[in-house]
């Protein structure tokens, strides 16, 4: 059994796929914990390009309202807040205050911390998680960051989720390859966004 974190931006929709297949592949074999970083924090002081700005934006505001369902709730509110919201703002692409709405509604929270999306007393808050991620990376890196029994890695990105038969073997391989002294990273080219229902047909 492994405990496992993974750091992820709520808007980030290469998080909310890894996130789900985590979910749903860890079962009772381990002991799994979403965390909270921030696209916008890490992309501070940086020049964005046009296409990226809106996400950063996005960002800033969600960030601010899991940081106060977090304050108030503590952490074990921030999953069931994620995935009702991940749900709406990526499957259902409804709107950010919309999603934000319903999402709090869903995971049993007040609506009153719909006013958390533009209360810039909640951005120490965001910054604080996601240096917290980042001090678990041991550098700098974007969304989703897993930590694997103290071994992090930035991914796993999941450009659909994987083929239900699979799922738990790509888990098994991450937390070898988590585990295994030495090694340090793995990746190839991709692009997105991703998809979010995975071919079952896939060998």
């Not at 002081?45 to 950063?56: E, I, K, L, S, T």
């Not at 505001?61 to 074990?76: K, S």
């Not at 888990?171 to 793995?186: N, R």
């Amino acid at each position: 059994m492994a405990d496992i974190d993974l750091y992820v931006d709520p808007v980030c929709p290469f998080a909310w796929v890894a996130a789900q297949w985590l979910l749903d592949s860890a079962g009772a074999d381990h002991v799994v914990t979403l965390r909270q970083m921030s696209l916008a924090v890490l992309n501070g002081g940086r020049d964005v390009d046009a296409d990226h700005a809106p996400m950063m934006t996005r960002s800033r505001r969600i960030g601010r309202v899991f940081a106060a369902a977090v304050e108030q709730d503590g952490q074990a509110a921030f999953a069931p807040l994620y995935l009702a919201l991940g749900l709406r703002l990526h499957e259902r692409a409804q709107h950010v205050d919309d999603a934000v709405a319903a999402a709090l509604d869903a995971a049993g929270h007040d609506r009153t911390l719909l006013e958390s999306l533009d209360d810039a007393r909640y951005d120490a808050a965001v910054a604080r998680a996601h240096h917290a991620s980042q001090t678990a990376l041991g550098g700098s890196g974007g969304s989703p960051i897993i930590s694997i029994d103290g071994h992090a890695f930035g991914g796993p990105v999941l450009t659909e989720p994987p083929p239900a038969r699979h799922a738990p073997e790509l888990l098994d391989a991450i937390v070898t390859a988590a585990t295994t002294p030495g090694f340090a990273a793995l990746q190839r080219p991709y692009h997105g966004p991703p998809t979010f229902v995975g071919n079952e047909e896939q060998p």
